[in-house]
């Protein structure tokens, strides 16, 4: 009888291995899981106050259940553990039950609570050992010379195909390897809401904006695929730490999507950081406004990212010529009405927030006016011009 009442705390555990997810929802009311556990206990208790000296069979599965599972020691073989960019102790105990270096989640969290320096876990990869009790794993992730840190950092800006040039460089994995597995940004991670337009525009899924620059930790057993994923990922979690989407749709009255395209642009197009939501403001009024005369962007580092699609080298403004600068078969090109197709390369935090909440202004014209990288901005074409001659006698065009 007492193999019907559903006491094992490990066998249940164990098989909802690969279930857990960070925001699971969980019934709520007595009728669930742990009111049928309780309800079971009880009777367990009934039945061996009923049953006399022969219930000390049961009775270890009794204790098990009012005790937490652990393993003693430091451990058996070693073991790599990746803790995700975002996770909470909780999701770390996950991790590591699912390892095996502890016995069960709740042996690392109580643990870890009872450890101020919990806190001090950071993301990143691990050198552990599978078998460990909850307050050895917890020490061992403390040790700074239990962490494998093998860091890359993404400058902001990059394109994808520099991204994967750097990343090819720094890990061995081939270039091609990267360009394969970004060909499905969804199953990167990417939603497919956010290739979703507001302009009436096809949208064009491309992987370009969503290699959140930062630096990584890359697990030595990584593939292309698998720090893409961790790259997507982080730009999930930054924006949605900033409401980036819920913010533009509701204010910028855009969809996230292209406003991630003018975040790429102010990018690209600022000198500085003060000027980045100046840009964003300037992308917006000559695609949205209808105050510019061909409602377009523009801007030549939209010629520069074709150029780098078809595998030339960009030239600087004077160097384009006409045919550059208005190329029909440019999908990119500076001259057609509305926003481009992506990205133009992949923004950081502060273009983001630029492109999400910028300043107010009517300004259609900006250009750099000095070797720092400022730059004036005006509404007015004649002001435009006054301004690159500024430009030209500080030495910048």
Not at 8 to 28: A, I, L, N, Y
Not at 77 to 85: A, D, K, L, N
Not at 238 to 260: C, H, N, W
Not at 372 to 390: L, M, V, W
Request: proline share 6%; aromatic share 8%; glycine share 10%.
């Amino acid at each position: 009888m007492m193999d019907d009442l559903d006491l094992g705390f490990d066998e249940r555990e164990r098989g909802d291995k690969g279930k857990h997810r960070r925001g699971r929802k969980r019934s709520g009311g007595s009728g669930g899981g742990r009111g049928k556990t309780v309800l079971a206990l009880l009777l367990a208790l009934v039945l061996l106050g009923g049953i006399g000296g022969g219930a000390y069979v049961g009775f270890d599965r009794i204790q098990n259940f009012l005790t937490t599972p652990d393993y003693d020691g430091a451990g058996t073989e070693e073991v790599t553990v990746q803790i995700p960019e975002g996770a909470f102790l909780a999701d770390m105990a996950v991790v590591l039950y699912e390892a095996d270096v502890v016995k069960s989640s709740k042996a690392f969290i109580n643990a870890a609570n009872d450890n101020s320096r919990s806190r001090n876990i950071q993301p990143g990869t691990y050198k552990l050992r599978k078998q460990m009790s909850g307050e050895s794993a917890l020490e061992a992730m403390l040790d700074p010379a239990n962490r494998i840190v093998n860091g890359i950092t993404i400058p902001e800006g990059r394109t994808a195909k520099s991204i994967y040039k750097l990343l090819s460089k720094e890990t061995d994995i081939p270039v091609k390897e990267f360009e394969a597995a970004a060909k499905d940004p969804e199953e990167l991670g990417v939603p497919d809401y956010w290739f979703k337009r507001s302009d009436g525009k096809k949208s064009k899924k491309s992987i370009e904006g969503f290699l959140f620059p930062d630096t990584y930790e890359i697990p030595p057993d990584a593939t292309a695929e698998s720090i893409l994923k961790q790259m997507v990922n982080h730009f999930l979690t930054v924006t949605g730490q900033m409401e980036f989407a819920d913010t533009v749709e509701k204010e910028r009255k855009i969809s996230p999507y292209e406003a991630l395209i003018v975040a790429s642009l102010a990018q690209a197009e600022a000198g500085t950081k003060k000027d980045l939501g100046k840009v964003a403001r300037v992308a917006y009024n000559r695609v949205y406004s209808g105050t510019f005369d061909c409602s377009c962007l523009e801007m030549d580092v939209t010629v520069n990212y074709y150029f780098e699609s078809i595998g030339q080298e960009g030239k600087t403004s004077a160097q384009m010529s006409p045919s550059d600068l208005d190329n029909p078969k440019n999908p990119y090109n500076r001259k057609l009405p509305g926003m481009i197709p992506t990205p133009i390369n992949n923004p950081g935090k502060d273009a983001l927030e630029g492109a999400m909440d910028p300043p107010n202004g009517d300004w259609l014209f900006f250009v750099a006016i000095d070797k720092e990288g400022n730059s004036a901005f005006t509404p007015d074409y004649s002001q435009h011009e006054r301004n690159i001659e500024k430009a030209k006698e500080a030495g910048v065009l």
